[in-house]
């Protein structure tokens, strides 16, 4: 495939080559320098560019520049360099006498954004919110990378599923997948197009090479298609032409600092990044980035069986079918029947640890490479790859070790000043990746069938073993019988066994996670306001995606014989007007999407933003979208132990009878408010026989729909200005969304026996655990509305110090959508807030940043707890810090800070890690250093 792209990229340059004006013409040459208005020292890595064209040059050590183009005079030559302002000037003519002094960027609110309209904007003046972190930013998070620090931005949350998984959301509904928010790296989707999921940073940008981060919170399907729901998160790395030279980073640092469940442990991080211009032609960079670290655990023991949660004790003790969060092997469960009278007992085999299940020896490898080649002065050519290795524990239906994982992509591009096409694909490999729950499932098997095990627990438990010293009547003891022979952590047969099931693909005896999922997408924009701007401003766009499905079945229903692929494409149109002097700016766009599965979609959007005064504005918009179910969201066919989860497409449930009016299985509710029941009569002295029986009729066959895609109708309204001697910016936002088939999970239960034909033999199925639970895809049956506010302030005090805080309010609205079967998973705190202070240089190149962020506590639901809906994250706080100094003779800065300082742990995902503080040293070199 990437040999198909590169000859691409050499068909569209020559072609290109072929009727380009020619860079080598004679033509205009200016030529000056660039200093610093405050001390006359020259600035070197400044741009230098023709404005409305892609050429350009950038200062040199000297702050000297040169740079000849055929564009017909006047035109604007445009100056920019990071944390001054930028300034214009109009050329004439050849001119070799240019100096120019920069000033710093003292003023909030300058900077220019492009997610939010697709076009170039002030971020005053964005119809919609915005968050953006420039390059300063990131290079001052108190983070420990910058990955991290976005979650210090306003309504911005994270869902950190391992040290190597961290996932973004805004405005409700996380997950530690969360296919409703939309991540891209230089226009390319970050998504593991098996997974679904964001690899957010683990294979992403490196910290030397990203440029600015813009995220878009809310719907922005009409213009980036029908999986931009929740919000856009939109990465850009530096263009090897305007950051030119060597940069180096290296940073340890150390975590599990008074971790009760290991000792301390270091973490490394080294990165490193060249690029190169030649002639203002030509240009290519190469980035390289390695970490390494012990992650952090998961170690829950809280009882998740879905049966005994409420009702017996959190231990093994107390409750024989105790089932601990993170303890796997444990979802083997059977009803016994010990209790009196021979009523049933539900009883789980012994568990083990998820410690020692996966790895934690986490790391990452990621790599990049760019070819970037100047067609003409308006016509620039990239080839770039993509590459990230890397080993994490990853939580979705079950928790993953996701070991040498791997994703590479490979892009194609033109791109001018009003137009892009570009054409990529995703190209991912499970590597050696295993399911915990399975291994330890599998790894008890082994040594003893789950049916041996539990007739040796029963008899045991009834006297059968007591003349060998195990005390009848003890489900302690009966369970000490039954666990005679089982492998133990750190034995050598342990240890070749679980290498073994972790090898091994078939999930009735192996564990191993197999995908080679590829992703193929094209898309276009082109800006005809060159046209048409007399009247309206217009932009045009289209794509094409195919997804070609391939787990072999371990994932996906893509058994031998039953390949699976994928196709959509859609095309949208924006028009911009403004009006009265552009006081009063309109937006409005209309998108159509079509995927292969389901019926075509319209989804227009219309945004407008009124200037009150200078620097003062105004916004409102209405968006519509929708969302298509994912790849696993239509074919799933996953083992998750506590259920089985099955996708919502036809083909994907074939035989299973599962879905529709005719479904064989009961609903979750009634076969909970069943159970209750059975265990009262019969504790009432009632025979276990007769209440099953009299009971029978509380069990209700369950109907559940096939999956559709998802709509959405989002309102906003929000104000940002200036004021204060433009030294206060003041940013405030309200929203509401509406969503009709909500894409959830609602959770059956199938008995051996037909649920309608033969009701009391299913209910006996139903009382001694001849069941299967299964998690289907589908639709909440009533509408679910979200609304929420935020308020950001930042405000810049004399000498550099800036103090800046927001606050977040989240309310999820069910409806009617109150049945336990569902899972809506609204996964966000009520109530949220961050503040931070800094100063960049506040004595003799020496700069700082604090922050602090508190969440509100919150309910967590997931396919990881199939059937729970009442698991909370507890409300926590953290504080990052970092000073750093600047060694200017050097091109250096010396970092000393840590996230999480205080070292309270905490946890952001029910079944997740408890986080504790980092703490970290790292010294940056940069040529461009000032």
């Known amino acids: 495939m990437s040999k198909n792209l590169l000859k691409v990229w050499l068909l569209l340059a020559f072609f290109t080559q072929a009727n380009m004006d020619g860079l080598a013409q004679s033509g205009i040459t200016v030529a000056g320098m660039v200093t610093d208005a405050k001390n006359q020292e020259p600035l070197s890595g400044v741009s230098i560019f023709v404005k409305g064209k892609v050429i350009g040059t950038v200062t040199d050590k000297e702050g000297r520049f040169s740079l000849t183009t055929t564009t017909n005079p006047p035109f604007i030559l445009g100056i920019s360099y990071i944390g001054y302002q930028a300034q214009e000037l109009t050329i004439n003519g050849s001119r070799s006498d240019i100096t120019m002094a920069l000033v710093e960027q003292a003023i909030l609110g300058q900077e220019v954004v492009v997610t939010a309209s697709r076009v170039e904007e002030s971020i005053l003046k964005s119809p919609v919110s915005i968050e953006k972190m420039d390059l300063l930013a990131i290079r001052e998070t108190p983070a420990a990378n910058f990955y991290d620090g976005l979650q210090n931005l306003k309504t911005v949350d994270m869902a950190t599923g391992s040290l190597g998984f961290k996932i973004i959301n805004t405005r409700g509904f996380m997950s530690t997948n969360n296919p409703r928010f939309v991540q891209y790296i230089d226009g390319m989707d970050n998504q593991a197009p098996g997974l679904n999921i964001p690899i957010g940073n683990m294979v992403g940008l490196s910290d030397l090479d990203v440029q600015g981060v813009e995220i878009v919170p809310g719907a922005a399907s009409a213009l980036y298609g029908p999986n931009a729901f929740n919000g856009v998160l939109s990465m850009t790395s530096k263009s090897p032409f305007e950051f030119q030279g060597l940069s180096a980073m290296g940073r340890i640092g150390i975590n599990h600092v008074n971790d009760p469940t290991v000792s301390a442990h270091p973490l490394y991080e080294g990165m490193v990044r060249y690029a190169k211009a030649f002639n203002n032609r030509f240009a290519f960079k190469v980035n390289m980035a390695y970490s390494k670290a012990l992650d952090w655990y998961a170690n829950s023991t809280e009882n998740v069986d879905l049966f005994t949660r409420a009702s017996l004790g959190n231990n ?54 760019a070819l970037n080649y100047r067609l003409t002065e308006g016509i620039e050519a990239i080839y770039q790859y993509k590459f990230g290795q890397g080993t994490a524990v990853y939580q979705g239906g079950n928790r993953y070790s996701i070991n040498d994982f791997t994703l590479q992509q490979h892009k194609v591009e033109l791109k001018g000043a009003n137009f892009f096409l570009r054409t990529y694909a995703t190209l991912e490999d499970a590597g050696n990746t295993y399911d915990s729950r399975f291994l330890a499932l599998n790894l008890n098997r082994t040594w003893k069938s789950d049916q041996q095990w539990f007739q040796e627990y029963a008899g045991a438990y009834q006297g059968a073993a007591a003349s060998l010293g195990f005390a009848p009547g003890s489900h302690s003891e009966a369970r000490r019988f039954a666990d005679q022979g089982r492998l133990l952590p750190g034995n050598p047969e342990f240890d070749r066994e679980k290498d073994r099931i972790a090898t091994t693909s078939d999930f009735r005896k192996g564990a191993l996670f197999i995908d080679h999922t590829k ?21 045009i766009g289209g794509n094409y995606r195919l997804y070609d499905l391939d787990s072999e079945g371990t994932v996906f229903s893509d058994t031998t014989g039953n390949d699976i692929t994928i196709y959509e494409f859609g095309g949208y149109l924006q028009a911009i007007k403004g009006l009265f002097g552009d006081r009063l700016r309109i937006t409005g766009s209309l998108r159509y999407d079509k995927n292969e599965n389901f019926k075509g979609r319209v989804t227009p959007r219309a945004a407008a933003v009124l200037t009150l005064a200078e620097n003062h504005n105004l916004r409102a918009s209405y968006q519509t979208g929708f969302r298509n179910p994912t790849t696993q969201d239509q074919f799933i066919f996953l083992n998750a132990g506590q259920a089985i989860l099955v996708g919502g497409v036809p083909n994907a449930s074939q035989g299973l009878n599962l879905y529709g009016p005719e479904s064989n299985a009961f609903t979750l509710a009634s076969v909970q408010a069943f159970g209750a029941k059975v265990s009262a009569d019969v504790a009432g002295g009632t025979s276990s026989s007769r209440a099953v029986l009299q009971n029978a009729g509380l069990l209700q066959p369950a109907n559940v729909g096939y999956v559709k895609p998802e709509q959405i109708r989002a309102y906003e309204i929000g104000y940002k200005g200036l004021t204060a001697n433009k030294s206060l910016l003041f940013d405030v936002n309200y929203y509401y969304s509406n969503y009709q088939n909500f894409i959830l999970t609602s959770t059956i239960i199938q008995p051996q026996n037909d649920v309608r034909t033969n009701v009391q033999a ?70 949220k807030f961050n503040v931070s202070v800094a100063n960049r240089n506040f004595y003799k190149n020496a700069g700082f940043s ?18 729970i809906n009442d698991a909370r994250i507890p409300s926590f706080g953290t504080l990052d810090a970092q000073i750093n100094y600047k060694m200017t003779r050097i091109k250096s800065i010396l970092k000393i800070g840590g996230s999480n300082i205080l070292n309270n742990y905490y946890r952001q995902v029910y079944g997740g890690p408890e986080v504790g503080a980092v703490y970290y040293v790292s010294l940056t070199f940069d040529e461009l250093l000032k």
């Not at 009803?335 to 007992?345: D, H, K, M, R, T």
């Not at 655990?769 to 302030?793: C, E, M, W």
Request: no cysteine.
């Open 316 to 369: 093994r003790e107390d409750n024989p079918a105790y089932n601990a969060l993170n303890v796997y092997g444990d979802e083997a469960v059977t009803s016994l029947p010990i209790g009196f009278g021979g009523a049933p007992v539900r009883v789980a085999r012994t568990g083990y640890d998820e410690k020692d299940m996966v790895d934690y020896d986490t790391y990452s490898i990621k790599g990049d490479l």
């Open 519 to 539: 992703l193929y997408h094209t898309e276009g924009q082109y800006d005809l306001s060159k046209w048409t701007h007399k009247i309206v401003d217009v932009q």
């Open 762 to 831: 299913a209910a006996f199925d139903i009382a001694t655990s001849r069941f299967q639970p299964y998690q289907l895809y589908t639709n909440a049956r009533h509408q679910v509305s979200a609304q929420g506010a935020s308020l950001g302030l930042t405000y810049s005090f004399p000498k550099g110090y800036t103090l800046s805080g927001n606050t977040s309010w989240n309310k999820l609205d069910l409806g009617d959508t109150r049945e336990s079967d569902e899972t809506p998973g609204f996964n966000t705190p009520e109530w």
């Open 850 to 867: 604090i922050a602090y962020r508190w969440s509100d506590a919150y309910v967590w639901q997931s396919t990881f707890i199939a059937g």
